[in-house]
Structures are given as C-alpha cells and as structure tokens.
Nanobody, 115 residues
Framework: QVQLAESGGGLVQAGGSLRLSCAAS???????MGWYRQAPGKQRDMVAT???????NYADSLKGRFTISRDNAENTVYLQMNSLKPGDTAVYYC??????????WGQGTQVTVSS
C-alpha cells in the first residue's frame, strides 16, 4: 500500500505563489505522480504529472505558470504555482500510480486565490 500526505495549500492573493508538496510512503515502486484539481461543481482535472525519470506533462492552460518536480530520494513531488488566478481556486489532489497499476490519492489540499 502507498499513502500520500499533501501540504502547502492555503489562501493567497491573485498574482501570488504557492508550493504544494506530496510525500509518498509505503511500498513505493517505479511510478508516475501528479497533481489534479477539482473546483466546486466541476470534474477533477489533471494539472501535471511527472514520471520517475522526470518526464513531465501539463494541462495546456497551465504551462508556464505551474511547475512540477520531484525528489525521488524523498518520494516527494512538488507543484510550484506562480501568477495564481481566482480560477485556480480548487482542491488539489496528489496522485500516485506505479508500474503494477496500483494507484492512490491524497486527501486533497485547498487552494484559494482571492481577487
């Protein structure tokens, strides 16, 4: 089993920055980790993903403002969010999936961007 612990959400003014962290623990195998977000009344959408070897994928609308990175030694993935907009307000979820197709979700962290 794998457990995910997220941190770093909060309230920020438009134009500000936040960094989210997600630490994985348990039986870690070669994996892809990522961030998804869900605004009230909307579906959960992919924000960014990163493989164990560092290959990244971003939602087109977020390229240039958000950066995903990881520390494999610490089994931790980060999401640096810059130039935040009110439309970025959502619950952000960390996701893990390994080569055995075991997947796990974090509990979610609230990001609120005020105008």
């Amino acid at each position: 089993q794998v457990q995910l612990a997220e941190s770093g959400g909060g309230l920020v003014q438009a134009g500000g920055s936040l960094r989210l962290s997600c630490a994985a623990s348990g039986k870690i195998r070669i994996n892809t980790m990522g961030w998804y977000r869900q605004a009230p009344g909307k579906q959960r959408d992919m924000v960014a993903t990163i493989t164990s070897d560092g290959s990244t994928n971003y939602a087109d609308s977020l390229k240039g403002r958000f950066t995903i990175s990881r520390d494999n030694a610490e089994n931790t993935v980060y999401l640096q969010m810059n130039s935040l907009k009110p439309g970025d307000t959502a619950v952000y979820y960390c996701h893990y999936i390994d080569y055995g197709l075991f997947d796990a979700w974090g509990q979610g962290t609230q990001v609120t961007v005020s105008s």
